[in-house]
């Protein structure tokens, strides 16, 4: 059932469509019966691609293809072509790159004789052609009627087309009454212009026309005849095995457009669909239009868009390739595309580089744009300090594209190596051969004079060889090879350089190279104290050993200046002498031995590090070297370079970003619109309506509607839908388009939010789920509002929410009553009070009773929130924001309210409450409000009062009758 429910999603039915298999079709019949003249019309009206055998040998003549020189050699000196290269030109011919897109319709298998292959080789192969045939057309003739009609078909020796007797009996009486005629009956436009141009020269169309000995009727019997005892069977069994809903059996004696009538009428009842074909956009028009800056740009996209529209009001829409050639990307280039080659295919926009180019997208447009495309091959540098995380960063991206890591340190040393390798080979045969025919006498390698000459010329060439020169041409080879090392795959294989350029005079290697990167990735560790640790724990041993020896010789000097200081305070006194009051007094002078002790104590090292390294001057020094090759580079770096910050990110969240940076090309963009771009919108909205004024009637003028495409979420906001799943209308505050549709929003930070990231609030994989119904029921007393709210909420399956009764429920556990309006209490006459004081004096003996007559109960004690939820029951007292939350918050937020739906009924009640629902985003789908008149209020709520007051009055009246009793 899936299969037959129509995609929602426009990316996924997109791509759906490009990876569908296209229409394609077969027809068989008896030899002359019309197969090739069906089979071109269909080709025609349904653009999918005719493979006839004598339409395929024209077509490689005209080109002059290898098989074309060899047809026409064979053809030149008399002979037949054999069926062996015609099956192999038709089987390439449907593996070819249109056939994948636009289908085809083949008029040719089998062959009567068995000279190629038997009948049920090539039943066979019918069976197993790709791709399969969907509908298979089955002309049917009368030997003899197929005779008679083969007989009074005449053939024009100068373009091979052949006439009917209806054909040429039109002719040549319409040439009669005029002198020459006008067009031939035809539906090619190539036979019409051969034909136009044979009719101005003034030859006789007529007269030049020729009997075919192989239509006379012997002949044609013959053929009949052979394909009836070799194909016919064959065939009736091949057709029997297809299903007979895509099997058309035709008429043959039926013109050939009532034929194409009948096969047109099939397809349309199948509700097949026919493949889109590429649409050239540029006109002559476009030449005065100039695009040399980003506005003049804009302008003529936004013209080439609305240039030969599939329907009126639906324009060509951008697509992810940008103004990104797709040919180009997916044979691994990154070129911009030229205006003057704009297509438009299926809904979208594409813009192609060149004239190949273009031909190879209007070919088959499927392979350019199946994912993974848009995806440029992966060119890209990764540079930073040391320790930064460069390699782990290009193995994880070369891992997740499919890219080659490229260490140039090491591919230059190992260049080097082998050209120094190759020199002293070459040396030192040279040198051995000289040194020979010097002494005459043969000399080995280890001979001085050879070894001489071999260090000589090896020293030579370090001197000589340039390493710019060098590195260019190893970069050069290596990034060749990566790129032609599989030229069939789906996507190119990138590369990926580790650290490179890191200076400025590599930048110019790169560009003398020409193989810049596309992208630049910095490592950048702002604050230091990252990269830092990680060269600490790299390095600790040495650091340690550095701090430490810095530390003993500090300690030397002051341990030497303490002695100094010792040696003029000897002529002191002693530090052991007593003072007045006699105690000892200590000497200021630190002995020898202390000075060992602290010496010890301060060199060695804490543990434990506030920043993860000691922040010393030895650490500095890798600082200052960081920042001082950052200064060198920054100057050099390319303008498409992204710094990454390091700090507190994992190398799986810097892979993320770094994915992002190089999708950013291929992203659908989010703008906000101007105040000239809504004024172009309602110019051709009111444009449009114009026009359809003027085709309606005076009736119908009136209802005008805006063709204006919007987003997902219509008029509401999808920044709110997303954090609150609340449907926040918006009008027409903060317009954004994004993919040729308008979005609206609740405010600036709701459009900034979508503008960074518009696939968080866009339907991706599902449309877009709107929450359930939240209906929220107003009204006065007496308007019946909460009976019509229980039976709406029962018919909608919907929960029920009185806000009233449900702060009753909060405190009723302590009120033990229901709060009542202060209005509706009904004033205690004096008298009944009399008698309830009189009652309580005379039943003081029995405590009981008393409490079972008084109807005034001692309260528990409440808190401030209850105390304030019974004050707003009773007088309307504002509640505070806090118990709102409380209480209201959860039927927003919660299940099973959020998926469910509700009724409340009574709230907001004032203007704070519907202030607090502004605030909190709590907003209703639907705000009913119950209206009635006053007759209609009075005649529910005066009975409620009425008993009331019977029922006080009922009261009072047995007081009196107890207090009657309790005095006799």
């Not at 995609?7 to 002359?32: H, M, N, W, Y």
Request: glycine share 4%; aromatic share 6%; proline share 5%.
């Amino acid at each position: 059932m899936d299969a037959l429910v129509d995609c929602q999603i426009e990316d996924e039915s997109e791509r759906d469509s490009l990876r569908a298999k296209p229409t394609c079709f077969i027809v068989f019949g008896k030899p002359g019966v019309g197969k090739s003249t069906l089979a071109k019309m269909i080709a025609k009206s349904w653009h999918c691609v005719l493979i006839d055998d004598t339409d395929l040998l024209q077509t490689h003549i005209k080109d002059k293809t290898k098989e074309g020189t060899q047809i026409l050699n064979m053809i030149s000196e008399g002979e037949s072509i054999p069926e062996n290269l015609i099956l192999q030109l038709v089987l390439a011919r449907l593996n070819s790159p249109d056939v994948q897109h636009y289908g085809y319709v083949l008029s040719w298998l089998p062959f009567i004789s068995e000279e190629c292959k038997k009948i049920p080789d090539l039943t066979e192969l019918m069976e197993n052609l790709k791709p399969a045939p969907d509908f298979i057309f089955y002309i049917k003739c009368p030997d003899n009627d197929l005779i008679k009609r083969l007989l009074c078909l005449k053939q024009h020796p100068v373009t091979g087309h052949l006439y009917s007797r209806d054909h040429w009996d039109r002719e040549e009486e319409f040439s009669v009454k005029k002198g020459n005629a006008d067009q031939l009956v035809d539906d090619e436009e190539e036979r019409e212009f051969e034909e136009a141009e044979l009719l101005k020269t003034g030859m006789n169309v007529i007269g030049q026309m020729v009997w075919m000995p192989e239509n006379l009727p012997r002949d044609a019997l013959t053929r009949i005849n052979k394909y009836k005892e070799t194909l016919l069977r064959p065939l009736e069994d091949y057709v029997k095995k297809q299903n007979h809903l895509y099997v058309l059996h035709l008429d043959g004696n039926k013109t050939p457009e009532e034929l194409h009538l009948s096969v047109m009428t099939l397809l349309e009842s199948t509700a097949m669909k026919r493949v889109p074909v590429p649409v050239l956009l540029y006109n002559n028009e476009m030449d005065e239009i100039q695009s040399g800056s980003n506005d003049q740009q804009e302008h003529l996209l936004k013209t080439m868009c609305s240039s030969r529209t599939v329907a009126p009001g639906f324009l060509w829409r951008r697509s992810r390739w940008g103004q990104t050639c797709p040919v180009a990307l997916k044979e691994g280039k990154n070129i911009p595309g030229d205006i003057e080659f704009s297509v438009g295919f299926q809904d979208k926009l594409y813009i192609l580089s060149s004239q190949e180019a273009y031909m190879k997208f209007v070919t088959n447009p499927r392979c350019y744009l199946l994912p993974p495309m848009p995806r440029t091959a992966c060119k890209v540098s990764i540079i930073g300090p040391p320790q930064s995380g460069k390699s782990t960063m290009c193995r994880l991206l070369a891992q997740h594209v499919g890219a080659v890591v490229l260490n140039v340190e090491e591919l230059l040393a190992k260049a080097q190596q082998e050209m120094l390798a190759r020199t002293k080979e070459e040396t030192v045969q040279a040198a051995m051969e000289k040194i020979k025919k010097t002494l005459n006498q043969d000399v080995t390698e280890d001979h001085p004079d050879v070894e001489a000459m071999v260090l000589n010329a090896m020293e030579n060439v370090k001197r000589s060889s340039s390493s710019f020169d060098l590195l260019a041409d190893v970069l050069q080879k290596h990034v060749k090879e990566i790129e032609e090392a599989d030229p069939d795959a789906e996507a190119k294989t990138g590369w990926v350089f580790d650290n490179f350029p890191n200076n400025p005079s590599h930048v110019e290697v790169l560009r003398h190279a020409d193989i810049m990167p596309e992208i630049v990735f910095i490592l950048r560790d702002i604050e230091g104290n990252q990269v830092l640790k990680r060269v600490y724990e790299m390095n600790k041993e040495s650091v340690d050993k550095a701090i430490k020896k810095r530390l003993q010789e500090e300690m030397a000097d002051r341990k030497k200046q303490l002695l100094e200081q010792e040696d003029e305070e000897s002529t002191l006194k002693s530090a052991s002498e007593i003072d007045d009051e006699g105690i000892p007094v200590q000497s200021d002078v630190t002995s020898s031995t202390d000075l060992t002790t602290i010496s010890e104590e301060a060199v060695a090292l804490p543990e434990y590090f506030e920043l993860g390294y000691p922040d010393v001057p030895e650490m500095k020094e890798y600082k200052l070297q960081f920042e001082s090759e950052w200064t060198q580079m920054e100057q050099a770096l390319p303008d498409n370079h992204c710094i990454l910050e390091i700090e507190s990110k994992s190398p799986e969240n810097l892979l993320q970003e770094m994915i992002q940076q190089m999708e950013k090309p291929f992203r659908y963009v989010a703008r906000m619109l101007s105040d000239t771009d809504l004024k172009e919108y309602e110019d051709a909205e009111n444009e449009e309506h114009t026009d359809d004024a003027e085709l309606k009637d005076e009736d119908e003028r009136g209802i005008q509607t805006t063709k204006r495409l919007l987003g997902d979420t219509k008029h509401f906001c999808p920044v709110a839908l997303k954090h609150h799943n609340v449907l926040r209308p918006c009008m027409d505050m903060y317009p954004t388009e994004y993919r040729e549709r308008t979005f609206y929003f609740s405010d600036s930070t709701a459009r900034h939010s979508f503008i960074q990231k518009p696939e968080l609030f866009t339907a991706q994989t599902q449309p877009l789920q709107p929450p359930a119904v939240r209906v929220v029921l107003l009204g006065v007393r007496g308007s019946e509002k909460s009976a019509h709210g229980e039976c709406v909420a029962h018919e909608l399956g919907l929960f029920y929410i009185n806000f009233r009764q449900l702060l009753q429920n909060l405190i009723i556990a302590k009120t033990k009553k229901q709060i009542t309006y202060s209005d509706e209490e009904m004033p205690i006459e004096k008298k009944s009070e009399f008698l309830e004081a009189f009652m309580k004096r005379s039943m003081k003996g029995d405590q009981k009773e008393m409490e079972n007559c008084s109807d005034s109960q001692p309260e528990m004690v409440m808190t401030g929130a209850e105390l304030a939820i019974k004050a707003h029951l009773s007088d309307g007292e504002p509640l505070s924001s806090k118990i709102l939350e409380m209480v209201v918050t959860p039927f927003w937020k919660q299940e099973p309210f959020m998926s469910t739906g509700f009724i409340l009924d009574g709230f907001p009640h004032d203007v704070n409450q519907a202030q607090f629902m502004l605030d909190k985003h709590l907003y209703p789908d639907v705000v009913a409000v119950m209206e009635t008149d006053v007759t209609a209020v009075q005649k529910h709520l005066l009975p409620i009062y009425l008993e009331k007051s019977h029922m006080q009055h009922l009261r009072y009246q047995n007081l009196r009758l107890k207090a009657h009793k309790m005095t006799q």
